[in-house]
């Protein structure tokens, strides 16, 4: 029960507001039907790509790892340094876009199907129910005083939560260091300060949102439902209530015809809301607290069947057709609409762009350096030398023999770090002497370039520079 603050106008209380509603404890009821089999079908595959890919093989390496302390992120075949920020923005772009282009379409599918909060809560519930037993039962168990199978129970769920989000934790780090190390350090327990930081942590933040806060964070701490109705319109697929069918709303006989009770289909049963992980009536129309996950539509509909009645008296539906009274081909129509098109029409030029840039990506990056501590001088042969420290950066799986050439000036030339190694996925610092005729060139800074690339020209990158001629 959440804690209610009553601040007085006056000595005797008459006149009293609240800061805060005392909110029930949810205890969602199991349910089955299509949109519970798409909600699991979303947790399954979640759950195998979240668990599953930081234990795939990549050559002789893990096949995703943000290496934070080497600067490197390995996607598969791709070697990034921080220098490709660009492309993690423009994955987070299309990221965004999606949601909007989703959310337009159909409403909140991410918080119904994908999100890690329902996610993890759905499991959570799971094992709840394993251990505990459904809505009923649950209910039971926690008014009930202290006892020892209140106690076994409790303990069990609790150790498998804990366990749960603990390995939840491992794998989150598992991204961030190789994870067959990080195992073999857990199991010798000698992890990094670090790493059994953010393990535990993490694992926390999993068990205190699933196990606990649950529909308090889609209703008080996610800022998407708060954003979500500007990105609908009276032609964005929601779970509605169809009023005009169900009300007036009343039990009745089974054994009675529907056009004798008087009554419309709904039943008033309320498992509509028993259902419901956040606690809602459907019945009182679109709430920012509604997710989307089409519980209360499958409970429905097994309430129809049981009456005999039609199906979708609460199902995913449109404004406009259900004011209208359009058939689903109807409605479907409306999906193509300017706004969705816009959407597609920008995802898809996103999305073909960062493919065709890391198609055409040159797996190599130069970054010049001027040598501030010597940035001209006279060599013992009369020339006029500048030293540059180049850093280069090997994105390719292979060791790379690279070779520096300079131009821009006449009589330019390099008289040392012409050749350099670098090794695979590494960077690497070259210093290189780059000198001319002394008065070839006036006073000033002279723009010069260097090319740098192996032996059979496959990697190439041209890098500008300036060589200074003192006064």
Not at 231 to 259: C, N, W
Not at 376 to 394: C, H, P, S, W, Y
């Amino acid at each position: 029960m959440r804690k209610v603050i009553p601040i007085t106008d006056t000595a005797d209380n008459s006149s009293a507001s609240y800061l805060y509603a005392s909110m029930p404890k949810i205890y969602p009821r199991a349910v089955h039907g299509v949109f519970a089999r798409w909600r699991w079908l979303g947790v399954l595959i979640t759950q195998l790509v979240f668990y599953g890919l930081p234990w795939l093989e990549w050559g002789q390496r893990q096949a995703v790892l943000f290496d934070l302390q080497s600067r490197r992120f390995y996607i598969f075949g791709l070697v990034l340094y921080p220098q490709d920020f660009i492309y993690l923005t423009a994955m987070l772009i299309i990221a965004a876009l999606s949601l909007f282009l989703f959310t337009a379409v159909a409403g909140r599918l991410w918080c119904g199907y994908a999100c890690p909060q329902t996610v993890y809560s759905e499991i959570f519930m799971w094992i709840e129910r394993q251990v505990e037993g459904d809505r009923g039962a649950r209910m039971h168990l926690d008014e009930n005083a202290f006892s020892l199978e209140k106690l076994v129970k409790k303990t069990y769920k609790h150790i498998l939560w804990l366990g749960f989000s603990i390995w939840t934790g491992f794998t989150f780090v598992g991204y961030f260091t190789p994870i067959h190390s990080l195992g073999l350090a857990f199991f010798e327990t000698r992890m990094g300060s670090w790493e059994v930081f953010w393990v535990f942590f993490y694992g926390f933040a999993t068990y205190g949102n699933a196990g606990f806060m649950r529909e308090q964070v889609c209703k008080y701490m996610c800022p998407y439902a708060r954003f979500q109705s500007a990105m609908f319109d009276h032609d964005t697929l929601i779970v509605t209530y169809d009023s005009k069918r169900g009300e007036p709303r009343g039990a009745r006989s089974r054994q009675v015809a529907l056009a004798d009770t008087g009554l419309g289909a709904c039943v008033d049963c309320s498992l509509c809301v028993q259902v419901c992980p956040t606690g809602i009536d459907i019945r009182q129309g679109l709430q920012y607290e509604c997710i989307g996950c089409g519980a209360c539509a499958d409970v429905c509909d097994g309430v129809m069947d049981k009456m005999a009645y039609a199906k979708g008296l609460v199902r995913y539906t449109t404004q406009n057709a259900l004011i209208k009274g359009w058939d689903k081909a109807a409605m479907l129509k409306q999906v193509f609409r300017p706004r969705v098109l816009v959407y597609t029409g920008i995802l898809w030029t996103l999305i073909f762009a960062l493919g065709i840039s890391l198609w055409l990506r040159t797996p190599m990056k130069v970054d010049v350096l001027r040598d501030r501590g010597t940035l001209a001088r006279i060599t013992q042969d009369g020339q006029l030398e500048n030293v540059f420290r180049l850093q280069i950066m090997n994105a390719t799986e292979v060791a790379q023999i690279l070779s520096i050439q300079v131009r821009g000036a006449p009589g330019l030339t390099l008289t040392s770090g012409a050749t350099v190694e670098v090794l695979p996925a590494q960077s690497r610092w070259a210093v290189v002497d780059v000198s001319l005729p002394y008065e070839a060139l006036p006073a000033g800074s002279h723009k010069i370039w260097f090319d740098i690339q192996n032996p059979d020209g496959s990697l190439h990158v041209t890098e500008a520079s300036v060589f200074v001629v003192p006064h």
